[in-house]
């Protein structure tokens, strides 16, 4: 059994910053690629970052240059630097783990850019 736990959620003006991370735990071997997904209200889920088991790493057009997906593979968590955060980009925010070729998905965790 293979949990997420996300956190670093909350309120933020827009143009600040947050960082979201999320810790995989549980009896895993392999951690291949870790991601973040976000679904704002009347919206469907959507990638926002991905990052390889090699690092490679891609991005929803919306969010280049201001969000940045990093991992540590050591602590099995990844990371989602939020920098120049707009009304836009409120939403609940789900981590994606692809542990021993399952995917796994966080509860999510609730970002609101407002004034």
């Known amino acids: 059994q293979v949990q997420l736990v996300e956190s670093g959620g909350g309120l933020v003006q827009p143009g600040g910053s947050l960082r979201l991370s999320c810790a995989a735990s549980?009896?895993?071997?392999?951690?291949?690629?870790m991601g973040w997904y976000r679904q704002a209200p009347g919206k469907q889920r959507e990638l926002v970052a991905h990052?390889?088991?090699?690092?490679?790493?891609n991005y929803a057009d919306s969010v280049k240059g201001r969000f940045t997906i990093s991992r540590d593979n050591a602590k099995r968590t990844v990371y989602l630097q939020m920098n120049s955060l707009k009304p836009e980009d409120t939403a609940v925010y789900y981590c994606?783990?692809?542990?021993?070729?399952?995917?796994?998905w966080g509860k999510g965790t609730l970002v609101t850019v407002s004034s």
């Open positions: 994606s783990v692809v542990a021993d070729l399952t995917n796994y």
């Open positions: 990052i390889t088991s090699g690092g490679t790493t």
């Open positions: 549980g009896s895993i071997l392999s951690i291949n690629a």
